[in-house]
């Protein structure tokens, strides 16, 4: 069964502009955690943000901030502010259960977002 | 720190060949695992560790072995290679105790014709 849903494979963003990457996610879990990694075209994986299940404030890390709706299960990123090295995919993942549970992630599609100068 | 580093970054192999990617870390994390990511698909987890001398499956453990003798290491093995093995292999590493998830090598890239 799908656990995590990036439903915009590409975006397009005007430099300086805001943009929402959306991210659904399913679990039965209480405890879990979210994550945002960012991949540019070099290929390595960049983490950007982290958001925990009982975390009572959306997170945030400079220009980017987690949109953490609990009870729609979704964890959209939003980048303010875009710039030309935005452009990249990004990948939202979750952790299921309290704990590090062993580095396990699982990993949604992807989305490609292209900056335009 | 040298951080998550692999080996190699590139390689080519025929239907059949086995061989195996290295991955080390030197930031002393318990964890370690791997992933390949395809078009797609996101990242897949293929095998994990959680310390020295204990690892498990992951969603897409078929094809592929792994040993974790060291903290230090966590090889992935290829037994006999198809081509759906084409991939990007990625291996990461974290701490038992960090909830910021993982730490990414910078991936071997393999195909298999």
């Known amino acids: 069964a799908q656990k995590i849903t990036q439903t915009q494979p590409g975006m397009f963003v005007q430099e300086k502009e805001a943009v929402t990457l959306d991210c659904t996610y399913d679990t039965s879990d209480q405890s879990y955690g979210l994550f945002w990694y960012k991949q540019p075209s070099s290929g390595e994986m960049i983490f950007l943000i982290y958001?925990?299940?009982?975390?009572?404030q959306n997170a945030t890390e400079g220009r980017y901030s987690l949109n953490f709706q609990k009870a729609r299960k979704s964890a959209n990123l939003v980048i303010s502010a875009s710039q030309l090295g935005d452009s990249a995919m990004y990948f939202c993942?979750?952790?299921?259960?309290?704990?590090?549970?062993?580095?396990?992630?699982?990993f949604g599609q992807g989305t490609e977002l292209s900056v335009k100068p | 720190n040298a951080g998550v580093t692999q080996t190699p970054k590139f390689q080519v192999l025929k239907t059949g060949q086995s061989m195996t990617l290295q991955c080390a870390q030197d930031m002393n994390h318990e964890y370690m695992s791997w992933y390949r990511q395809d078009p797609g698909m996101g990242l897949r987890l293929i095998h994990y560790?959680?310390?020295?001398?204990?690892?498990d499956q992951g969603e897409v453990p078929n094809g592929y072995n792994v040993s974790r003798s060291t903290t230090e290491d966590f090889p992935l093995r290829l037994l006999s290679a198809a081509p759906s093995q084409t991939s990007v292999y990625f291996c990461?590493?974290?701490?038992?105790?960090?909830?910021?998830?993982?730490?990414f090598g910078p991936g071997t890239r393999l195909t298999v014709l």
């Open positions: 990461a590493s974290t701490r038992r105790t960090d909830r910021l998830g993982l730490f």
């Open positions: 993942a979750m952790r299921e259960g309290g704990g590090n549970q062993g580095g396990k992630l699982i």
């Open positions: 560790s959680v310390g020295a001398g204990i690892t």
């Open positions: 958001q925990g299940s009982y975390d009572e």
